[in-house]
């Protein structure tokens, strides 16, 4: 029932070229050469392939609009930041199978007729850093990124090593990164699409995003899209730890259960959870009432919940979950790049409140603070760590109200 | 100053191996400086000032901004033990403990300045809980008894 579709290659080839290639590499690359880079765009669209760095944007649509900007110079992004606390997929992804992500990548420059891609990795991933750029290193030596960019010009690559910021993963936060500044969002539009990296029309996508490329290049749409659910297509990585007995990354077709998740993770170690956290820090707490939500977009949004960058951590029976829910707190005071007051302000003193709250202190004042920070830092705030530093809280408390929280 | 013109060179070298001059560089100038000097020092700023025309303001703008660049001197290998979500669960508290007992006030490099260590948010080790990162490099799962062994080889 664990599909390994992007995981086919775990343990199994030592990353290089010419074994990525005995194993089937570089033919989605091909593929797309014959297919030029419009039809690649519209297959993309026709598969369904949606992001999988949280917001779930559809691909095709977006290298669509790159590649058909009036502006020629054109860039992509591998958003390796991977930041989200309980989030290690990518990372894991990158271990297994560093070409498999090059070779989406290198598809999607093509694509958009782009004429050079950035890797952001962040900077704790030295290994993976290593990985990566031997790949585009090898693949740039056997010729692979020749007559990729505009007009058959050669596709060039470059590395950037992430700070230790959380909020460069916001994609306009990640563009100043690159270019030499503060990691300080920007407010959109004008969308990245048009003008995004140095002003000029850019892709961003996730590292599992990409991933997916090849294999719908090769095998087509239909295929593709016969995993999942109506609405979200293909597999999901999910990393999985806490109380479970087999911390590790899963891979799961769209339209699994929570539970099955669970099961193949072994939660709870053999004690009931209390709750999961699903979808990171910016995610909801989910109870044992809820645990056979449906893993896809719009099942998770059916119970008021999101799956974020597929990162779940489980909670045994007896966890203080204030005390987890300060430690979200400290995390996103601690990551807020500061710019706008609503989430600066906001985030310090939902900390603050939530420490008292994990220490057994503060009642009925306290919570009503919480909910009204967590409307003001929703409404006010310009990106998206403002707009969801308060949703885990917001869940606790619901649950806490509805008498679903033990203890 | 001796040791100032020699930071001022490795600098200039730092820079020289970049494809090129323009501020899309500075960071990972600014990482090659940390890893050289485990800071940015005062006159490494003012050197990419003169080599990049980033104003010294701008790169410590940048450098307080990023967790992994620091003003302040570390130690040469820096210990940072993960205290997120997963890895409290998993005893983070035990190692942030051994750190203060055998290494010392966080931040501070050590007497022979071998070692310093922070605290730091999810490193992407959650599988690997409690997890610890030493001198760049995944360390996980830590042990208060390694912490322990790291002080003792250092202090
Ligand atoms: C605070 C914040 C952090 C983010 N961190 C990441 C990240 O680490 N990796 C990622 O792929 N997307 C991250 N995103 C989402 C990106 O802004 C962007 O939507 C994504 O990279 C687009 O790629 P996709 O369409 O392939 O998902 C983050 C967003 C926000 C608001
Ligand atoms: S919402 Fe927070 S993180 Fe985002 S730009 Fe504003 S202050 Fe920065
Ligand atoms: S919580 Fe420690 S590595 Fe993720």
Same mark, same amino acid.
């Given at each position: 029932?664990?599909?390994?579709?992007?995981?086919?290659?775990?343990?199994?080839?030592?990353?290089?070229?010419?074994?990525?290639?005995?194993?089937?590499?570089?033919?989605?690359?091909?593929?797309?050469?014959?297919?030029? =880079?419009?039809?690649?765009?519209?297959?993309?669209?026709?598969?369904?392939?949606?992001?999988?760095?949280?917001?779930?944007?559809?691909?095709?649509?977006?290298?669509?609009?790159?590649?058909?900007?009036?502006?020629?110079?054109?860039?992509?992004?591998?958003?390796?930041?991977?930041?989200?606390?309980?989030?290690?997929?990518?990372?894991?992804?990158?271990?297994?199978? =560093?070409?498999?992500?090059?070779?989406?990548?290198?598809?999607?420059?093509?694509?958009?007729?782009?004429?050079?891609?950035?890797?952001?990795?962040?900077?704790?991933?030295? =290994?993976?850093?290593?990985?990566?750029?031997?790949?585009?290193?090898?693949?740039?030596?056997?010729?692979?990124?020749?007559?990729?960019?505009?007009?058959?010009?050669?596709?060039?690559?470059?590395?950037?090593?992430?700070? #230790?910021?959380?909020?460069?993963?916001?994609?306009?936060?990640? +563009?100043?990164?690159?270019?030499?500044?503060?990691?300080?969002?920007?407010?959109?539009?004008?969308?990245?699409?048009?003008?995004?990296?140095?002003?000029? =029309?850019?892709?961003?996508?996730?590292?599992?995003?990409?991933?997916?490329?090849?294999?719908?290049?090769?095998? @087509?749409?239909?295929?593709?899209?016969?995993?999942?659910?109506?609405?979200?297509?293909?597999?999901?990585?999910?990393?999985?730890?806490?109380?479970?007995?087999?911390?590790?990354?899963?891979?799961?077709? +769209?339209?699994?259960?929570?539970?099955?998740?669970?099961?193949?993770?072994?939660?709870?170690?053999?004690?009931?959870?209390?709750?999961?956290?699903?979808?990171?820090?910016?995610?909801?707490?989910?109870?044992?009432?809820?645990?056979?939500?449906?893993?896809?977009?719009?099942?998770?949004?059916?119970?008021?919940?999101?799956?974020?960058?597929?990162?779940?951590?489980?909670?045994?029976?007896?966890?203080?979950?204030?005390?987890?829910?300060?430690?979200?707190?400290?995390?996103?005071?601690?990551?807020?790049?500061?710019?706008?007051?609503?989430?600066?302000?906001?985030?310090?003193?939902?900390?603050?409140?939530?420490?008292?709250?994990? @220490? @057994?202190?503060?009642?009925?004042?306290?919570?009503?603070?919480?909910?009204?920070?967590?409307?003001?830092?929703?409404?006010?705030?310009?990106?998206?760590?403002?707009?969801?530093?308060?949703?885990?809280?917001?869940?606790?408390?619901?649950?806490?109200?509805?008498?679903?929280?033990?203890? | 100053?001796?040791?100032?013109?020699?930071?001022?060179?490795?600098?200039?070298?730092?820079?020289?191996?970049?494809? @090129?001059?323009?501020?899309?560089?500075?960071?990972?100038?600014?990482?090659?400086?940390?890893?050289?000097?485990?800071?940015?020092?005062?006159?490494?700023?003012?050197?990419?000032?003169?080599?990049?025309?980033?104003?010294?303001?701008?790169?410590?703008?940048?450098?307080?901004?990023?967790?992994?660049?620091?003003?302040?001197?570390? #130690?040469?290998?820096?210990?940072?033990?993960?205290?997120?979500?997963?890895?409290?669960?998993?005893?983070?508290?035990?190692?942030?403990?051994?750190?203060?007992?055998?290494?010392?006030?966080?931040?501070?490099?050590?007497?022979?300045?071998?070692?310093?260590?922070?605290?730091?948010?999810?490193?992407?080790?959650?599988?690997?809980?409690?997890?610890?990162?030493?001198?760049?490099?995944?360390?996980?799962?830590?042990?208060?008894?390694?912490?322990?062994?790291?002080?003792?080889?250092?202090?």
């Amino acid at each position: 029932m664990s599909e390994q579709v992007l995981l086919r290659r775990r343990g199994k080839v030592a990353p290089h070229l010419k074994d990525y290639i005995e194993s089937g590499g570089l033919e989605g690359l091909r593929r797309a050469r014959e297919m030029g =880079p419009e039809a690649v765009c519209r297959l993309v669209t026709e598969s369904g392939l949606n992001g999988r760095g949280g917001a779930a944007f559809p691909t095709g649509r977006k290298w669509d609009a790159v590649r058909s900007q009036p502006e020629p110079t054109h860039y992509v992004v591998l958003n390796s930041d991977e930041s989200e606390p309980g989030t290690f997929k990518d990372r894991a992804l990158i271990d297994s199978d =560093p070409f498999l992500v090059m070779e989406g990548l290198l598809i999607a420059a093509y694509a958009t007729q782009s004429e050079r891609i950035f890797l952001y990795v962040r900077g704790e991933y030295a =290994p993976q850093t290593r990985l990566l750029w031997d790949c585009a290193e090898e693949l740039a030596a056997g010729g692979h990124l020749k007559g990729l960019g505009p007009n058959g010009s050669d596709v060039a690559v470059e590395l950037r090593r992430g700070g #230790g910021a959380y909020i460069c993963g916001e994609e306009t936060a990640l +563009f100043r990164s690159i270019e030499g500044y503060r990691g300080e969002p920007m407010s959109k539009p004008p969308f990245p699409t048009v003008q995004g990296l140095f002003r000029k =029309p850019t892709v961003v996508n996730n590292v599992e995003t990409v991933a997916n490329v090849p294999d719908i290049l090769t095998r @087509g749409a239909d295929w593709y899209k016969s995993r999942g659910t109506a609405r979200s297509s293909g597999t999901k990585l999910y990393s999985i730890s806490g109380h479970v007995a087999r911390p590790d990354v899963y891979e799961l077709p +769209f339209g699994a259960k929570l539970s099955d998740l669970l099961e193949l993770a072994g939660a709870g170690n053999g004690k009931p959870l209390e709750a999961v956290l699903l979808g990171g820090a910016a995610g909801t707490f989910v109870f044992p009432r809820d645990f056979d939500v449906e893993l896809s977009y719009e099942g998770a949004a059916a119970r008021g919940a999101t799956l974020g960058s597929g990162a779940v951590i489980a909670f045994a029976e007896g966890t203080n979950l204030w005390q987890v829910a300060e430690r979200l707190g400290r995390f996103f005071a601690h990551e807020s790049c500061g710019q706008c007051v609503p989430c600066r302000v906001g985030t310090q003193r939902q900390y603050e409140i939530l420490h008292e709250l994990a @220490g @057994g202190a503060g009642g009925a004042r306290e919570r009503a603070l919480l909910r009204s920070l967590s409307q003001v830092m929703t409404d006010a705030s310009i990106c998206g760590l403002g707009q969801t530093a308060s949703t885990a809280v917001r869940s606790l408390l619901d649950a806490e109200a509805q008498g679903a929280l033990a203890g | 100053m001796e040791l100032e013109a020699s930071i001022r060179a490795r600098v200039r070298e730092i820079i020289a191996s970049r494809p @090129g001059k323009d501020r899309a560089q500075l960071l990972e100038v600014l990482h090659e400086v940390q890893g050289a000097f485990q800071s940015v020092p005062r006159v490494a700023a003012e050197e990419i000032e003169r080599e990049m025309g980033v104003p010294v303001t701008d790169t410590y703008g940048v450098v307080t901004f990023y967790d992994l660049l620091t003003d302040k001197p570390t #130690g040469r290998t820096v210990l940072r033990i993960c205290e997120d979500v997963t890895c409290h669960l998993h005893g983070s508290s035990e190692l942030v403990a051994a750190a203060e007992r055998s290494l010392g006030p966080e931040g501070e490099p050590s007497a022979d300045g071998s070692i310093s260590w922070t605290r730091c948010a999810c490193l992407g080790l959650c599988d690997q809980a409690p997890a610890a990162h030493l001198g760049g490099e995944p360390l996980a799962p830590c042990t208060p008894a390694f912490v322990e062994k790291a002080g003792a080889r250092h202090v």
